[in-house]
Nanobody, 123 residues
Framework: VQLQAFGGGSAQAGGSLRLSCAAS????????MGWFRQAPGKEREFAAA????????SYADSVKGRFTISRDNAKNTVSLQMNNLKPEDTAVYYC?????????????????WGQGTQVTVSS
């Protein structure tokens, strides 16, 4: 599956942004989908993931209660609604696809990656 993320941009602290990821291919609904982020000088880290059915989600503690991941299998898209943004959310955000049935939180769990979209939050 090929992935393309979009929707990044700039926001002030307390604001909101919505990221989306479009996937190509007819098997999108079989993939667990995840969002990761990488701040300058830091390792890529897990943010959120959603099961193939959308019935199970997982969030990093740092975003829990502020970010919501969702998917639309009919449109081959996965989204990340980010509310109450903080300056520490500033990073390049990547969507990723995992062919397994689990909800992975490690980069090695994911098989395909999008190109990343920049999110910048100012205080």
């Amino acid at each position: 599956v090929q992935l393309q993320a979009f929707g990044g941009g700039s926001a002030q602290a307390g604001g909101s942004l919505r990221l989306s990821c479009a996937a190509s291919g007819r098997t999108f609904s079989r993939y667990t989908m995840g969002w990761f982020r990488q701040a300058p000088g830091k390792e890529r880290e897990f943010a959120a993931a959603i099961s193939w059915s959308g019935g199970t989600t997982s969030y990093a503690d740092s975003v829990k209660g502020r970010f919501t991941i969702s998917r639309d299998n009919a449109k081959n898209t996965v989204s990340l609604q980010m509310n109450n943004l903080k300056p520490e959310d500033t990073a390049v955000y990547y969507c990723a696809a995992d062919r397994s049935l689990g909800i992975g939180t490690l980069t090695v769990d994911y098989d395909s990656w999008g190109q990343g979209t920049q999110v910048t939050v100012s205080s």
